[in-house]
């Protein structure tokens, strides 16, 4: 038996590398919902008739809150970019889809959260921005650049979940991809509150490449206060882009 031992050890092996070539692993380990765990889709039918879709029509066109069309509780219409739109509220699978991508790295999910936010701004292209132009106008916009993950979230991760997301929106969009803003420190923004957060990120956000004339979609995955695609609209202004329309997956409000 020259060969018995070595055959021993090395059958596992083979066995779990045929299995994962086959397509058996989806039979093993599934495919699961991320919010109700049912087998078969990364989010299942049920969970997504049920997301919490911000209507466009009513939500305001500067900082993307639900209902703040006219009155908005949540900014002082005085944001820097020309509209925000975001397509989700927080809560139950929008959440869910965020924190699995980023934490659980569920790296499937950067298109299904393009194709979220691709529906919200075809659907904020049709009600106006505050200077009266479409919220989104896909043919005026140059390219897709998105708020990065700190140097240390990159590093933890091994991945930066934004970028994931907006290689697949310019592949929905057909657009390009800027990735022009470094964030090279500042401390984690969730535990912070609201004057904390513009405080900890003022001048974080660098533009390391020329930008001056583009108008551009900058997208990020929750707004809460704004303040991460604030300060990092206003560095793409202050480097001479024409114009910044923001995009998240989701709004906290
Ligand atoms: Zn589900
Ligand atoms: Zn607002």
Same mark, same amino acid.
């Given at each position: 038996m020259p060969f018995g031992g070595t055959h021993a050890t090395r059958r596992p092996a083979i066995r779990a590398a045929s299995l994962l070539a086959s397509g058996t692993a989806?039979?093993?380990?599934?495919? &699961?919902?991320?919010?109700?765990? *049912?087998?078969?889709?990364?989010?299942?039918?049920?969970?997504? %008739?049920? +997301?919490?879709?911000?209507?466009?029509?009513?939500?305001?066109?500067?900082?993307?809150?639900?209902?703040?069309?006219?009155?908005?509780?949540?900014?002082?219409?005085?944001?820097e970019?020309?509209?925000?739109?975001?397509?989700?509220?927080?809560?139950g699978t929008a959440a869910r889809m965020v924190s699995c991508l980023k934490d659980a790295h569920e790296l499937r999910l950067a298109p299904v959260i393009a194709a979220a936010m691709a529906t919200a701004l075809d659907e904020?292209?049709?009600?106006?921005?505050?200077?009266?132009c479409s919220r989104f106008d896909l043919g005026a916009t140059d390219a897709i650049c998105f708020v990065p993950?700190?140097?240390?979230?990159?590093? &933890?991760?091994?991945?930066?979940? *934004?970028?994931?997301?907006?290689?697949?929106?310019?592949?929905? %969009?057909? +657009?390009?991809l800027a990735d022009v803003l470094v964030r090279p420190r500042s401390r984690d923004q969730r535990t912070l509150g609201r004057e904390e957060r513009a405080a900890n990120l003022a001048g974080t956000v660098f533009v390391r490449d020329d930008v001056s004339g583009l108008d551009l979609l900058l997208v990020d995955d929750v707004i809460t206060t704004g303040a991460s695609i604030r300060e990092a609209t206003r560095a793409l202004l202050a480097r001479g882009a024409a114009s910044v329309t923001a995009c998240a997956l989701a709004r906290v409000w």
């Open positions: 989806e039979l093993l380990w599934p495919t &699961r919902c991320v919010t109700c765990e *049912m087998p078969g889709e990364l989010v299942c039918e049920e969970c997504r %008739e049920s +997301l919490p879709w911000i209507c466009q029509r009513w939500a305001c066109p500067d900082c993307g809150a639900p209902f703040g069309h006219l009155t908005c509780t949540e900014c002082e219409h005085d944001w970019m020309r509209a925000t739109i975001c397509a989700l509220g927080f809560a904020a292209s049709a009600w106006p921005a505050r200077d009266g993950a700190t140097s240390a979230a990159f590093a &933890r991760r091994g991945f930066d979940h *934004m970028e994931l997301v907006s290689r697949a929106l310019c592949r929905e %969009e057909g +657009l390009a």
